[in-house]
């Protein structure tokens, strides 16, 4: 039988993707808790425990650790939290409904309340830099077009015919957006629940929005 030799202490595995995926986690982590500014290089380094020749190879600047955080992660995160769940309800309003409960429930389970991942980065970043502005806006963009795009896929099916797919999308992604900030302040994840309930509330009645605009083309009383 052969012995392998023991790997020296100290001696760091060959594993770019997975020391690439370390830094990733950490550097989330950093800005999620701490925010960009003031997660320094140095503390992402060591809490990674990498060197800075290897955190360099795979991100030359810290803004380009920034840039591939919200590429891979925070985009990756209103995917699964918010539009797949969307897109594979039965319909809009159910899966809005069903992503602000979830949401609730496990905010309120894990005890505390980090923010949205996607807000807290835009209030710190979308001010500092142009492409961190594009970045972001670009996801919030997505996230809105999926939802508008499912309320029209609901109104092809005889569905939800009173609701304006694009002002809904907006006033979802407002109001999660505003719940989840109210929430960080208050560490209180009902909040949420509240906003569902105000949203819920705001849904126009079937035929409101056809007879708006039926209403705009009669023609105004000429006044006198």
């Known amino acids: 039988m ?3 030799p023991k790997p020296r202490p100290g001696k760091r595995t060959n594993d770019p993707e997975g020391m690439r995926k370390k830094v990733l986690d950490v550097a989330e982590d950093a800005f999620q808790a ?3 500014h003031a997660s320094s290089i140095g503390d992402l380094m ?6 800075g020749g290897a955190l360099h190879h795979h991100f030359p600047t810290k ?3 920034a840039l591939a955080v919200i590429d891979e992660r925070v985009a990756a995160a209103v995917e699964e939290t918010w539009i797949a769940p969307v897109l594979a309800a039965a319909s809009a309003r159910e899966g809005v409904r069903a992503v602000f409960e979830a949401v609730a429930a496990e905010l309120e389970q894990q005890g505390f309340v980090r923010g949205c ?3 807290n980065l835009a209030h710190e970043l979308s001010l500092a830099d142009p492409d961190f502005r594009t970045a972001l806006a670009g996801i919030f963009a997505g996230w809105r077009r999926a939802i508008a795009d499912k309320v029209r896929a609901d109104q092809q099916a005889g569905k939800d015919e009173g609701a304006d797919p694009e002002r809904f999308a907006a006033l979802t992604v407002a109001a999660y957006s505003g719940a989840m900030s109210m929430a960080k302040t208050a560490q209180d ?5 509240d906003c569902l309930a105000g949203l819920e509330r705001s849904a126009p009645s079937p035929g409101g929005l056809v007879a708006r605009r039926r209403n705009r083309i009669l023609p105004r009383p000429r006044t006198p």
């Open 34 to 36: 701490r925010g960009y």
């Open 46 to 51: 060591a809490a990674a425990d990498v060197s």
């Open 117 to 119: 991942p996607l807000n």
């Open 2 to 4: 052969t012995v392998q």
């Open 63 to 65: 803004k380009a650790l």
């Open 189 to 193: 994840a009902g909040v949420l629940r």
